[in-house]
């Protein structure tokens, strides 16, 4: 089931991503994979779980030469609400 809403929600990200390119990126669709993968990445201290993904996608995404970053900034907070999911089911 996780897979199954983990694909669909990178096809629908994907799918409204392609409206907000603004510059061309032959890669565009890894990389917001990877950015959406790495957001939901858990790290846990004696069972409390952090988002330790979320916030090295988010540093990565707020470099300053990155293209598209509106973009990759929506897939890593779908991947946080996804985190969030996993967390309370």
Same mark, same amino acid.
């Given at each position: 089931?996780?897979?199954?809403?983990?694909?669909?929600?990178?096809?629908?990200?994907?799918?409204?991503?392609?409206?907000?390119?603004?510059?061309?990126?032959?890669?565009?669709?890894?990389?917001?994979?990877?950015?959406?993968?790495?957001?939901?990445?858990?790290?846990?201290?004696?069972? %409390?779980?952090?988002?330790?993904? %979320?916030?090295?996608?988010? %540093?990565?995404?707020?470099?300053?030469?990155?293209?598209?970053?509106?973009?990759?900034?929506?897939?890593?907070?779908?991947?946080?609400?996804?985190?969030?999911?996993?967390?309370?089911?």
């Amino acid at each position: 089931m996780w897979l199954i809403l983990f694909v669909l929600t990178y096809f629908i990200l994907y799918s409204g991503a392609k409206k907000e390119i603004k510059a061309s990126s032959e890669s565009l669709a890894l990389h917001i994979f990877g950015y959406y993968f790495l957001s939901v990445i858990n790290f846990s201290i004696n069972q %409390f779980p952090i988002p330790l993904g %979320f916030i090295i996608a988010m %540093f990565l995404v707020n470099r300053t030469s990155v293209n598209n970053k509106d973009v990759k900034k929506v897939a890593c907070y779908v991947g946080l609400i996804l985190w969030f999911i996993g967390i309370f089911l």
